[in-house]
Structures are given as C-alpha cells and as structure tokens.
C-alpha cells in the first residue's frame, strides 16, 4: 500500500480554519499574567534615566522588570540564540528596539497602558545603521556556517580566455519575516518546573536557550509548539521574548504571555539582511564559461556576526574551471541578523542569475541555451558527484510549459496594448540542509497508529506528511496513523528550518515503521500482511499487549561523498505599463527537482507560497532604514509591502519525477525554500526583456524604470 506519492488534503486543515489549533498565545491557564515589551528608541548609546515609577503604581500592574531589577542571565552559545546579547542586562543599548523594560499586569490593556508610562532618556552615541554606510567596515566573519571564502581555479587566466566579460554589482534590500502569528510565548512556572507555549521552529532550541539563561537542568523547562504560525526563520532561534517571559514567569511563580506587537517584529527578532554582491563573469563566444567571481557582503549587527552566504549556490552551479567566491559582513547597530526563506541562495542567485542574463545578451544567445550550455555534471568546486540532480529536465519541462521556444531575443520587442511584455528566466539551487531526528511509532488494539516526533508543524503540512510516510512504511491505511509532534517531551528532532524536516524526520519516522513491522513480524504476521480492517487490533489482543512500539533515530551519512542541491528553473512573464512603468508579473512557471515528493499537493502549496514571497522579492519587499532616526521605518504591513493576490498570479509547479536514496531514508531532499530562490532573478531578466532596463537591485519599483 503507497501512502507516499499520494495528493492529500492537509489533516490539520479543519483544525485550522475553525480556530480550534491552539497556537502558543491561545493558553487558557489560571492566573495568566500579560507581559509587554518596552524598546529601546535609539539604536546605540545608554540609558541614562528609566523611570518606571508610574508604570509600577499603574492598576493592575504585577511587576517591572528593568536592568536593575531582572535576575541577571547566563551566557547562551548563538544559536540556539538569536543573538549572544542578553535582555535587560545593562544600560548599554546596541540596536532600536532592544528591551529596556518589561511591563507585567493582570490584563493586556493594563501592561499596555502601564508601558507607555515608563519615562526614558538616553545619551545617543553615532551610529552606523546601514549597509550602505558600513562597507568600509566590512570584514570576514568567523562563524559562518560554511567556508565564507573558496578559491578553484584560475580566475585571471579565465578573465583573459574570455570572450565576454560580465563585470556588476547587484544589491537586495534587508526584508523582514512578518509571520501571519507573530512571535509569542507563554511561560508557566510550578513547582520549580518551567513550560513554555512558544511560536518556535525549535522547541529544543528554545529549551536550551532557556534552561542556560536562567540556569536550570534541560529537564526542568519543556517547550510544547502545537502549531507554529509561520516562521521563515524568524523563529528559528530563540530571541529575546522567549527569555523575558521565562524570566517574568519564574520570578513571579506564574504564568506570563509575552506577544511581539506587529511592529515588534520589525526590531525584536532578527531579519534578512541587505547585500551588495558583485559578479564577474568569463565566457567563450560558445557560451561556455571560463570564471566565475562572487562576493558578497551582508549587513551583520555589532556585536555578532550572521553571514548571509549569498555565495552559496554560485559554488555549484555551473561547470567553470575558475570560481573564486568571497563573503563579508559589515556591522551596522541593529538587531542581529538571521535566516529568512531563502537564506544564501535566495539573496545571491538574484546577483548570479540576473549576471548570466547579461552575459547571455552579450554573447546574443538565448538564456537558456546559455546555462544548459554550462550544466554541471559534477560539483565544479568540490569535484563530488551530485547526489541526485534533475535540473536539465527542470530546464527543458519549464520551458515548454512556459511557451520559452516562441520568445524573441531582442528587448521591448513584445507588446500588448499598452503593456511592455518580458519573458525571463533563472536557475535555482538549494543546498540540502540534513541533520539528525528520532522518532517513535506505536499501534494500539484498537488499530490505531501514533507517530511521535517532536518537530514543529510551522504551515508546510507536517500533520499530513509523517502520517503518510509512517503507514507506508508499516503498510497500513493512512487514515489509521495520527501524529504528536511539538513537544521536548517527545522523541528529538531538529529544528523546523533549511527545508529539512519531511527528508529528516520523515527518514526517522520511516526507519521506525520499519522496526515495527519488524517487530511485528516478530510476533507472528506474515511479511506479506496488510493491516486493514480489524486484523491488526486481534493481533494485539491475541498477544495481550495494548500497544507495540519501535524508536529510531536517523543521521545524514555520506556527506563527503556527494554535492547535494534541490535544484529548479524559473520562467516568469511580465507587463509594464508603458507610461506608468509599473511591473506586474503576469505567469510564472517554476520546475524543480528535490528527490521524491511525499505529498504533491502540499508540495505545490509550498512551492506556490515560496514562488509567491519570490514575486515579493522582487517587486515589494523593503525594509527601508530610517538613517536619522536609526531604526527600520516600517511598523506594520502598511510600511511593507508583501504580495496580495492581485500582485501575483498563481504560480504553476511542476516536479520531475526524481528518487534521492543517497539524501535521505524516503529519497526526498528539500523543498520549501527552494522556491524562494531564482524567482527574483527570473523577474528582473523579465523586466529587462520588457523594457530594455537592466535593474541590479532588489525590489524592482516603478522609479527604476520611470528614471532610466
Ligand atoms: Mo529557514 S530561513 O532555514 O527557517
């Protein structure tokens, strides 16, 4: 019986939709206390004055936890944490936005009215709040998550057997997250017991932020995430609120809900950050390239260092005998940077994609035959063998699902009415992010199934997904398997990011509904058996068992033999309006191979989705900084445009079909953020097939056309 490969409706849709999902600020606990944050209004000097006499005397008011007054945190390694900065620690202020209160009360409109009486002054000191400001600042960071820097080849030497050369700067806009649930977290603390309802990517990541602040055993905090609201790396690790409402709830022996204002999630978490990246690219007259350089440098805050790898994918994609790639960070005060779908790939193939556009027009050839001219059959910077790769076929279904045979070469030569039309596209790559998860599959007598796993479900369709793989694996109806997940009480997974956890936990999850029909085996069923009907309840009950269970715990292996990317090609249509330059994007098509799809239609709502934060990537998304008042100016999503669906049309997804054993236990790699990336890139190389203007930076807006 397949269950995987199988379109299924999400089994948490109901749930969702009449609000009966419980999510981390939705606890009804008795005695529940309301927390509010109070930001600091400059973005680096001290505070000289904090008054929160009012505040404390306001009605209904519990308590105010200021610098002077909070239990002093220890130390947490970055990550779990966000950022190494700790929360009312001290009167120094290093980011707009950084906690200098926190306001407790009976009620939340009695917090909030008490916040606004805390009575602030500062001593500002000169601040570097942009990227733009702080290039001559820029330095290698030490942490990164890979190499910042690789070297293969000879650049020079390819520079010079070229016979084009590609030489730009390409720039992206810092964006923030703005999850449909902002971030929150409700603390409860008895018996000298903490827990904690948090809006997280990784309740053990949470955990282990928390017991090390507060400097308690692991075993005395659970983090329990039901259901997570969307996260897209903002709760990826854990910030400042988690702590605070850990903090507020031991110190006071209650509970505490801490919930990050709109606005709040524009300074109290981390965001993508700006880059600026230059490209040069080599090429015969044939297309074939002969070097590749890329450097990035990405704005990171003072005190820690986030490297946004833009580089990342430029090392894999194309067969090139010469790539020289180089990252670089630059502090500015702000918050400290952090992942954000799609971290490295989704800022840098905009600059490596939109690149290979240009050379294609100096070479006069089409930019598809450009890179299917330059596919890589191996890493050409490792030299490893791809662990599964698919994109020629990407390539070649995308265009013609597109119609890309039938577009002219030469810009402004499409029209329709009034509109300049443009046909674009990119390629995309993803690396494939895998790390290690256990998990547990039990039966019952009364024939149900339970998976266990304590991985997050943030939107991507967890609650549907392991259920599916569980009962292929234990061959049994899919109906007959439930799923307990979001909790450190439950088997160990890692966190909801780096589009790993259907390939991760999914392997765990297949690993242990193997064990169990093993174990099963073991009690007397025939290899061959079906668990329909009742057959599987007898079983039981003939052995006098309630329940049989099997564990397993699944790790990546073979790293060091194989490249491992999802990888996809993007096509997008666009029209401007002649007189107003106003870019809409009209179609786009997006091919992918990502290794077996466990479930196609939430893999389409992934990709959909992931397409879609791509239209806003290129024509809406901007978090500008205010540099007078050092702080970014958008409060809501009035300030911050994400695309409605009048902006964007829906994408249409197709998968290759594509198995990936040496990925993971199922054959899948990730999906999610892989399609994020290549579709701003798409988008500009449209933009200029239509209007003849090539735009180096992100988002494209009607000034860059109207002025050029
Ligand atoms: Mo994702 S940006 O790895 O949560």
Not at 207 to 225: D, F, K
Request: proline fraction near 6%; aromatic fraction near 6%; glycine fraction near 10%.
């Amino acid at each position: 019986m397949s269950a995987v490969g199988i379109p299924r409706t999400r089994a948490d849709g109901a749930l969702k939709v009449t609000g009966a999902a419980r999510y981390a600020a939705d606890w009804p606990i008795e005695g529940l206390r309301h927390a509010v944050l109070v930001g600091a209004t400059i973005p680096r000097g001290r505070l000289t004055r904090l008054d929160v006499t009012a505040a404390q005397h306001a009605p209904g008011v519990v308590a105010v936890l200021t610098h002077r007054t909070a239990p002093r945190l220890h130390p947490v390694p970055h990550p779990p944490i966000g950022q190494t900065l700790l929360p009312l620690q001290d009167e120094r202020i290093l980011h707009d936005g950084q906690p200098i209160a926190l306001v407790v009360a009976e009620r939340l409109e009695q917090a909030v009215e008490a916040a606004a009486l805390v009575r602030v002054e500062y001593e500002g000191e000169p601040a570097v709040v942009c990227l733009e400001d702080a290039l001559g600042l820029a330095y290698t960071p030490k942490e990164a998550h890979a190499a910042p820097d690789t070297r293969v080849g000879d650049l020079d030497a390819g520079l010079r057997a070229a016979d084009s050369v590609v030489d730009a700067t390409y720039a992206t806009a810092a964006r923030h997250h703005n999850a449909m649930e902002p971030s929150a977290t409700t603390a409860e603390w008895r018996d000298g017991e903490l827990t904690l309802h948090d809006a997280t990517q990784w309740v053990w990541g949470v955990r282990e932020a928390v017991a090390t602040a507060l400097g308690l055993e692991l075993e005395r905090v659970r983090v329990i995430a039901a259901f997570t609201g969307g996260g897209f790396g903002a709760k990826g690790w854990a910030w400042s609120h988690q702590l605070l409402a850990a903090m507020a709830a031991r110190a006071l022996g209650c509970a505490v809900k801490l919930v990050l204002t709109r606005a709040q999630g524009f300074s109290s978490h981390g965001y993508q950050p700006a880059t600026r990246q230059q490209v040069s690219l080599g090429a015969r007259a044939d297309g074939r390239l002969t070097a590749i350089r890329h450097e990035s440098v990405n704005a990171t805050s003072t005190y820690d260092e986030y490297a946004e790898l833009a580089v990342a994918g430029t090392r894999s994609l194309y067969a090139c005998p010469a790539i020289h790639t180089r990252s670089r960070v630059a502090p500015v005060s702000t918050i400290t940077p952090t992942p954000m779908r799609a971290p490295h790939e989704g800022p840098g193939m905009f600059a490596l994609e939109s690149a290979l556009d240009e050379l294609a027009y100096a070479l006069r050839l089409d930019p598809l035959e450009l890179r299917l001219r330059n596919h890589a059959d191996r890493d050409p910077t490792s030299g490893k063998r791809f662990s599964s790769k698919q994109l020629r076929a990407c390539y070649l279904r995308g265009a013609e699902r597109f119609g890309w045979p039938e577009r002219p070469l030469p810009p402004r030569s499409l029209r329709d009415g009034h509109d300049l039309v443009g046909w674009g596209m990119a390629s995309a790559i993803m690396t494939t992010f895998r790390m290690s998860a256990s998990a547990r599959v039990r039966v019952h007598r009364d024939g149900s199934v339970v998976v266990e796993a304590g991985c997050q479900e943030i939107g991507t369709g967890v609650y549907t997904i392991l259920p599916q793989i569980a009962a292929e694996a234990l061959g049994c109806p899919v109906d007959r398997v439930s799923l307990r997940l979001g909790d450190t009480h439950l088997p160990e997974t890692c966190g909801t990011f780096g589009s790993s956890t259907t390939l991760t936990v999914g392997s765990a999850v297949h690993d242990a509904g193997r064990r169990l029909r093993a174990r099963l085996t073991g009690m007397g069923v025939p290899a061959d058996f079906r668990f329909e009907g009742d057959a599987l309840g007898e079983l039981l009950a003939r052995h006098g068992v309630a329940s049989v269970e099997a564990d397993a715990s699944w790790a990546p292996t073979g790293d060091g033999d194989w490249s491992m990317h999802s990888f996809g090609a993007v096509f997008a249509e666009v029209r401007v309006d002649a007189d107003l330059c106003l870019p809409r994007v009209t179609r786009c098509v997006g091919a992918y191979s990502a290794g077996r799809i466990v479930n196609p239609t939430l893999a389409r709502s992934q990709m959909i989705g992931g397409m879609t934060w791509g239209i806003g990537q290129a024509l809406l998304e901007r978090s500008e900084t205010d540099r007078r008042l050092g702080r970014f100016l958008a409060k809501n999503l009035t300030g911050y445009l994400v695309p409605v669906n009048a902006d964007a049309p829906t994408p249409e997804v197709l998968f290759v079909d594509e198995d990936d054993p040496n990925a993971s236990a199922i054959g899948a790699r990730g999906i999610g953020e892989l399609s994020a990336v290549g579709v701003g890139a798409a988008i500009a190389n449209a933009v200029h097939h239509a209007t003849g203007v090539r735009v180096r930076e992100l988002p494209i807006t009607p000034e860059h056309l109207l002025l050029s």
